[in-house]
Structures are given as C-alpha cells and as structure tokens.
C-alpha cells in the first residue's frame, strides 16, 4: 500500500490542489491523508478532483472555523469500507484491503498545539487501539510535537516544558505499541517561514503486520513547496538483493542425524588438487547437501506444523467416536514429537535470528522476537544512498 500524509494548509487555492493532484497521480497513492484542510464541508467534486478520478471513497473532520480540519481519501478499487470513526484531533477508517480483504485501521491525525487537547488526542488513540480488535495499524498525520530534541532544529533545542511533552509522546509511542518509522530524504518536515526553526512533527506509526502484509518499507520526506510542510510517502522499498547467504541453524544440532549427514557430506567430496581448493569445494558440498536435508526435514515450518495439528485433530475426533487402535496411538505420538521438534525448532531459529543471548534457552515470547528481528532488520538495511543532494 502507498500512503501519502501531507498537512496542506488549506485546500482553497488552485495550486495547492494541483499540488496534491499531482502528487497522487505521480506516485499511484492508494491512500491520502491531510491536515489542515481549513475547510467546514467537503464536496464529493473536491474529493474527485484531488483524487484525479472518482474510483474513491473519503472522510473528513470538519475545520473550526479557519482552524484545522482533516481529510482522508482512498482508493476504492478492491477494497470495502467497513467502519469509519471521527473524533477530536483525527479521523479513522477500517478497511477490509485488496482481493485477500486484509483487515487495516488507517488514522489520520491533526493534533492541536496545546499539551491538554494532545494528551486527550493520544489517550482516544491508545484505547482505540485496544478496543478495535485485530488488524494492521497505521496511525499518520501531523502530531505537533517531536520525539527528541533533534528532531527540532539547532536554535530550537525545546525548553522544560517541551521535554516534558517529549517524555509523554514517547510513552504514548510504546503504549498504542507501534512502531515510529524514520524518513529519508530529509531530517525535517516543517519549516517556519524565517528559515530558522524546523522540526519533525508529521510522521507515520505503524504495527508490526505492516510490515508482514506489505514488506518492507521507507517513508521519504519530499520537497516543500506550497506549504510550511513537506509532503511525506510511505511505499514499499522492493530491492532485490540478489540469493540469499547460508547461515547455520542452531537447532540442526539437536537432530540426531545432523552429525551423520555432514560426515558423510564431508567424506564423500574428493578432490586431487591444491588443499585451499579442495577446503572450498567440501564446503560447497555440504551447503547443497545441508539444504537439501533441511528442506526433507523441516520443510515449510508453518505448514509442516498446520499439518501435524489437522492429522492430530482427526486422531482425536475418530478417538472420541470409535477409539484408536495400537497402531494409531503410535501415530499420535510420533505425530505430537513431530509437532514438538517443529515448535522448538522455530522458537530456536526466532531466538538466533533476534540474538536475544540474555534469555534462557527454551523461553518463549514470539512477539518479543519478531520484534527484535524487525528491529534489527531496520537499523541494518540500506534503503538509500545520497550522492550530493541527491538520493539514489
């Protein structure tokens, strides 16, 4: 999905529409999110025309006055809409996404630059969150306010009083349990008129299926123009880093033909030329052979372990109706150490890849892990590289 979040400043000028028109044309937006519409009524003619089409559907929090307002407009192809939810400070849709229906909950947020009206504003989003039930979250918009002192700009490191609105977003961060993607392109997104203060007040949150549904993405800050603010995108990065390398599995150790499989990898490669060559090609061997042995073994976990649970299932239905012979009870069993193998074979694997050496071998805290390995992933990845002023 391709979600542009842009506090306009107000939709009455010409240019400022074409702006957006643009801006969803050039980069096939399926969702726009925009603050500070300054508008009391949207017309179904303003939403078709931002759009460039009527394939949309939209909602909106009317302005007050000449202050605020909010819009959100979405693509209307393959997707129904299921529930729309406004209150003060941002407007919420929940979406039933694409041909698979992928449940989604979009919020776009305008906040108020008095710290009552904001904590009122993170307190709603936080028991929405809870409340709302199971889906992929992104909440995005202009929160007015930053996470650090450097997302302010060098004359405006914040006084105590604005520390202590940084301490209280934080904590809003981690309670609505989302995660604060960073931006490329540029480290601020408003700008103030004389040039000198700058911050990083809009931004995008979103929950760890986010990245599950749609892979990776980067959210890219792009140039200001009509407005004080910086029009910000967030699509999927799609690189192709070519095969993947082979990297050892620490649970292999604890299957009993593991040892023997690579001894007889190991003596079975002869070679009659220089040691350094033959060293190389043994290893070449047994990374193929060690594939092939893990994909016999192990396979798919996940539908290795969905088969196990479906044949242990229809053991226990035709134990309750006619009971199990000897040769079923046999099956059950090796079915259920099956089971168990697979199971800690992919909480092993999750521990290794999250590196979570601190915790005690055999614990358990999926989220945790996928947590760590998303972490992980994102600190280590190159989403882009900047020659000059350029981004490539």
């Known amino acids: 999905m391709i979600i542009t979040t842009f506090n306009s400043r107000g939709l009455g000028g010409v240019s400022k529409r074409n702006k957006i028109k643009e801006l969803v044309r050039s980069n096939r937006v399926e969702f726009l999110a925009i603050q500070e519409t300054k508008m009391e009524e949207i017309s179904a003619n303003l939403c078709y025309n931002l759009w460039?089409?009527?394939?949309?559907?939209?909602?909106?929090?009317?302005?007050?006055?000449?202050?605020?307002?909010?819009?959100?407009?979405?693509?209307?192809?393959n997707n129904e809409t299921n529930l729309v939810f406004v209150g003060e400070g941002y407007v919420g849709v929940c979406l039933d996404w694409g041909v698979l229906k992928h449940r989604c909950y979009i919020v776009n947020v305008?906040?108020?630059?008095?710290?009552?009206?904001?904590?009122?504003?993170?307190?709603?989003?936080?028991?929405?969150?809870?409340?709302?039930?199971?889906?992929?979250?992104?909440?995005l918009g202009d929160f007015n306010t930053v996470c650090s002192s450097d997302e302010r700009g060098a004359n405006n490191r914040g006084s105590s009083s604005q520390r202590d609105e940084i301490f209280l977003f934080n904590n809003f961060v981690r309670d609505v349990d989302l995660e604060d993607l960073n931006v490329l392109g540029r480290r601020f997104t408003w700008y103030h008129p004389n040039g000198r203060a700058m911050s990083r007040i809009d931004r995008v949150l979103v929950s760890e299926e986010w990245g599950s549904l749609w892979g990776d993405s980067s959210l890219w800050v792009l140039p200001r123009d009509v407005s004080d603010h910086c029009p910000l995108i967030l699509k999927e990065v799609?690189?192709?880093?070519?095969?993947?390398?082979?990297?050892?599995?620490?649970?292999?150790?604890?299957?009993?033909?593991?040892?023997?499989?690579?001894?007889?990898?190991?003596?079975?490669?002869?070679?009659?030329?220089?040691?350094?060559?033959?060293?190389?090609?043994?290893?070449?061997?047994?990374?193929?052979?060690?594939?092939?042995?893990?994909?016999?073994?192990?396979g798919?976990?996940?539908?290795?372990?969905?088969?196990?649970?479906?044949?242990?299932?229809?053991?226990?239905?035709?134990?309750?109706e006619v009971g199990l012979c000897e040769e079923e009870v046999e099956m059950r069993k090796t079915l259920f150490r099956e089971l168990w193998r697979l199971l800690k074979a992919k909480d092993s694997n999750m521990a290794q890849r999250a590196r979570s050496k601190w915790l005690k071998e055999g614990d358990t805290n999926s989220k945790y892990f996928?947590?760590?390995?998303?972490?992980?992933?994102?600190?280590?990845?190159i989403k882009a590289l900047r020659e000059g002023v350029d981004w490539v």
């Open 52 to 77: 460039g089409g009527e394939d949309c559907d939209w909602a909106f929090l009317p302005s007050e006055g000449n202050s605020g307002g909010i819009l959100s407009i979405w693509s209307k192809t």
């Open 110 to 139: 305008y906040s108020k630059c008095d710290l009552p009206a904001k904590k009122r504003l993170w307190e709603r989003l936080v028991e929405l969150r809870k409340t709302l039930g199971e889906g992929v979250w992104c909440i």
């Open 370 to 381: 996928h947590k760590c390995v998303k972490s992980r992933c994102s600190r280590n990845s």
């Open 300 to 320: 798919d976990p996940e539908d290795r372990v969905s088969k196990a649970v479906r044949d242990i299932l229809e053991l226990d239905v035709r134990g309750e």
């Open 238 to 298: 799609g690189w192709d880093w070519g095969p993947k390398p082979f990297r050892f599995n620490n649970y292999w150790l604890e299957n009993g033909d593991f040892k023997r499989v690579v001894e007889e990898a190991w003596s079975g490669t002869h070679r009659q030329r220089q040691m350094s060559f033959v060293l190389k090609e043994k290893f070449k061997s047994l990374k193929f052979i060690i594939k092939e042995w893990h994909n016999g073994v192990y």
